[in-house]
């Protein structure tokens, strides 16, 4: 008889904020894989908790899951827990789910908190529809890139991202979106948490301000309504002005100009696709 896995929702800042059944369940099961034994330690202290835990993160994943498998297949009942939050959401665990539900064990969800989400709540902004992208890529150009190719979606953008890009990442956004409405969270459901709302420009000032920047952050943009004011991509821009006319160095020049982007840096981007 196989066994049977779940998927749970840990905490992601108040310890406060997990379920009875989460509780329960991580008691109850003959093992838990997580992403650090230490962080979940942590936790399960903290409820009283003894089952044994196994280390199961990204650099392990494809040769821990075949144990894992062999475990399940056998009637074991496993829990699967990231470091904080909703396991899969930018984090470990996909393999083991997809390959459970092949394997036809049963996979059941113990759900709970979300970094996402409880930005998504709180932003002020539409969430009637939205779009995961995780965290935003370290490289300018790539993020830029990005951006670009989201700036249609009728969705609320939602991105993490860390404490030592987050100016950078605010800077791209304004270039891109700034005419949109943003809301910035940090430190969700801890003592410092906070959501700052407003234009990129105007949220990118107040960080701007500080001596430093903590916390892992969640970025939201609100969706497309209608292009915004002489807004066109890149590649459009250039190629209108290359048809009256400009030469194509020239177009280059001018829509760098006019995003506060280096020449460099949109010949690249336009040279990637």
Request: one cysteine or more.
């Amino acid at each position: 008889m196989p066994g049977h896995l779940y998927v749970v929702s840990t905490p992601i800042g108040n310890l406060e904020d997990i379920t009875f059944r989460a509780v329960r369940i991580l008691k109850e099961a003959d093992w838990i894989a997580c992403e650090d034994t230490r962080t979940t330690g942590n936790l399960l202290r903290h409820y009283g908790i003894e089952t044994r835990t196994i280390s199961y993160h990204e650099h392990n994943e494809a040769e821990r899951a075949a144990e894992l498998f062999d475990r399940l297949k056998n009637g074991e009942t496993g829990a699967l827990v990231s470091d904080a939050g909703t396991p899969l959401l930018n984090d470990p665990g996909y393999r083991i789910v997809r390959g459970a539900a092949q394997a036809g064990i049963k996979v059941e969800a113990v759900p709970g908190p979300s970094a996402l989400l409880a930005a998504l709540v709180v932003s002020g902004l539409p969430a009637d529809q939205f779009h995961f992208g995780g965290f935003l890529p370290s490289k300018q150009g790539q993020r830029l890139k990005l951006l670009e190719s989201l700036a249609p979606e009728p969705a609320t953008l939602i991105f993490y991202e860390a404490p030592h890009r987050i100016l950078e990442a605010l800077e791209d956004i304004a270039a891109t979106f700034s005419h949109r409405e943003i809301a910035v969270a940090r430190e969700l459901t801890k003592l410092h948490e906070e959501t700052l709302r407003g234009t990129p420009a105007e949220v990118l000032a107040k960080l701007k301000t500080r001596d430093a920047i903590r916390g892992e952050f969640v970025v939201l943009i609100s969706k497309a309504t209608e292009p915004e004011p002489g807004h066109v991509s890149m590649d459009e821009a250039i190629a209108n002005l290359i048809a009256a006319g400009i030469p194509r160095m020239d177009a280059i020049k001018t829509v760098a100009r006019e995003r506060g982007l280096s020449k460099r840096e949109v010949y690249r981007l336009v040279n990637l696709k």
